[in-house]
């Protein structure tokens, strides 16, 4: 499963890909993040963030997006930008037909290190660890969108498994034949770029 995780914000926007299976170790596929100027207009800083968005969905093409999901904050203008932020996100990966999962920050912390109360230190440190990265990626909002990413290929591919089961027990045990092999991590799909920008 190929995941990009979002991190919304105005002033940056935490993106990050990863691709791998419940159970089996997972492969980095790229990490950055958007930085739109505070003095710009609302319109401007969102135009800047889809075109960013749509660009790593070409480049990745992701098999499902994952969102932080927005949550009540006391600075109202935050939590206003970091929906405006989320929106686009959720545009743009509707706009393709891709899935898209919400997943709040006290989950992502406790998939990803065992504490929903966990600081953004260690869940950057789980994050290096889990990528086996040679250091923590930077700014946080990296961290984060990676870690959203990683959170959804372990409970998405729960859920994925649980509803195919439940599928295939309604019809019978005559469910659907997969439509292609897993992909390990480190391989890349069929028809999909890899790094380099080849096909295979």
Request: hydrophobic residues 45%; positive net charge; proline residues 6%.
């Amino acid at each position: 499963m190929r995941v990009m995780g979002v991190d919304p914000g105005l002033t940056r926007c935490g993106l990050g890909a990863v691709e791998g299976r419940p159970g089996a170790p997972l492969s980095l596929l790229s990490v950055g993040v958007v930085r739109t100027p505070a003095d710009d207009d609302i319109g401007s800083r969102l135009v800047v963030i889809e075109a960013e968005i749509e660009r790593w969905l070409d480049e990745i093409r992701p098999d499902a997006v994952a969102v932080e999901r927005v949550f009540a904050q006391h600075n109202v203008r935050t939590v206003m930008g970091t929906a405006q932020a989320s929106a686009v996100a959720i545009v743009c990966a509707a706009r393709r037909g891709l899935p898209v999962a919400l997943h709040t920050p006290s989950e992502v912390k406790a998939a990803i290190t065992g504490n929903g109360n966990a600081d953004k230190k260690q869940v950057g440190t789980m994050v290096t660890r889990l990528l086996r990265l040679d250091a923590m990626p930077k700014p946080a909002d990296a961290a984060d969108a990676l870690a959203l990413a990683i959170c959804h290929v372990w409970r998405g591919g729960v859920q994925h498994r649980l509803a195919d089961a439940l599928a295939r027990a309604r019809s019978g045990g005559a469910g659907p034949a997969s439509s292609g092999r897993t992909v390990r991590p480190g391989e890349v799909a069929a028809g999909r770029p890899d790094r380099g920008g080849n096909t295979r």
